[in-house]
């Protein structure tokens, strides 16, 4: 079945863009969508829990990837990395006037000079200084990155709220946002009811708001991030499934990374990196339920959410959520997605 980026649109009134985050993590609504949709607070997560159930959590850390300068010419530029390419280049989008030229020296945050090596698709390549570390660099000098719907400058509550409790191996220009609702009494409240944690990294690159060009979705080409899941996750989900539980992917990163290393049919630990583009049709092997935010309109984060939990389902599920005023993006509310509506009877 084919698809055109038009099959994933709605309407959103502006107000409920999130702006800003709650005062408490878990104080976000939690719309549960099986058969039926269930309105309830992020909070209420682990009623919805069975004992032997895997939460499967994104443990990347979002840098200060957001960094102001100037050309040699004196015209102010902004640069936004979209991913490391080891201790000393990356890839990052320039925002400036005129578009810098391979060999061109930025001077960035009056500290440092990089050097353009050249151009890869939209990206750009830059080389840093050999003398310290790009992350070192990058934390020290940088701004963290909020998203573009976000109509304001980061500010200092920003630096905890847009990372995730767990957040461990940095390496994000966005923050894996499933995971932003969950706070340590969630954490507990989970292991409390019987469901075990494991973990994985994805990096999120900026070409995770980049929008989709193409009318025909079978022209897409996704961006690449890289993953890395240890041994011990994958033995905790082959364990969880042997023994009847779910594994619970939270986010859509999550999610990405699970199924790009369970293509060849079985799921892999190891390091990597994914273009994987998830459309309805696409067959799910690892993950048996979702944790997510709403998503953009014509995004292939919606496109993934979609796949999995059915077309018609979603479009009902966010109607609903416009119609009850929920709160849309990475600082809104939640979505619990399961095809296991077994699970719901004794919550309700």
């Known amino acids: 079945m084919s698809f055109t980026v038009n099959d994933f649109d709605y309407d959103l009134p502006a107000r409920l863009v999130a702006q800003a985050p709650l005062a408490a993590r878990s104080a976000s609504r939690l719309l549960v969508v099986g058969k039926t949709l269930i309105d309830r607070h992020f909070a209420d997560l682990p009623e919805f829990v069975r004992p032997g159930d895997l939460f499967v959590f994104n443990d990347t850390r979002v840098l200060h ?89 980061a500010a200092d509550a920003d630096e905890n709220r847009y990372q995730t409790v767990y957040a461990r191996d940095p390496g994000s220009v966005a923050a894996p946002t499933a995971g932003l609702h969950f706070d340590r009494n969630v954490l507990d409240a989970l292991t409390g009811a019987g469901a075990k944690l494991a973990w994985l990294t994805l990096h999120v690159g900026a070409g995770t708001f980049q929008p989709v060009r193409v009318h025909d979705l079978a022209e897409h080409h996704m961006h690449r991030e890289r993953y890395l899941i240890p041994p011990a996750t994958v033995a905790a989900i082959a364990a969880t499934h042997a023994a ?84 849309f993006f990475s600082y809104g509310d939640a979505m619990f997605l399961t095809r296991d509506d077994e699970a719901l009877c004794n919550a309700v």
């Open 65 to 153: 990837a957001r960094l102001f300068g100037v050309k040699a010419s004196g015209g102010a530029i902004e640069v936004l990395l979209e991913r490391p390419l080891g201790p000393h280049e990356a890839l990052a989008q320039v925002r400036a006037s005129r578009s810098p030229c391979v060999g061109a020296t930025l001077r960035l945050a009056d500290a440092f000079e990089v050097t353009v090596l050249g151009r890869v698709g939209e990206f750009f390549h830059l080389q840093f200084p050999q003398d310290d570390d790009l992350l070192t660099l990058v934390e020290r000098h940088g701004k963290l990155p909020l998203p573009p719907y976000i109509r304001r400058a």
């Open 244 to 327: 009847g539980g779910r594994v619970i992917a939270v986010g859509t990163t999550s999610m990405r990374a699970l199924e790009a290393a369970a293509r060849g049919g079985e799921l892999t630990a190891g390091e990597g990196e994914t273009d994987i583009f998830i459309l309805p049709g696409f067959r799910f092997r690892v993950a048996d339920a979702l944790v997510t935010n709403f998503h953009l309109p014509r995004s292939t984060l919606l496109m993934l959410v979609s796949a999995f939990a059915g077309m018609e389902t979603i479009r009902r599920a966010y109607a609903h959520a416009i119609a009850c005023d929920y709160r």
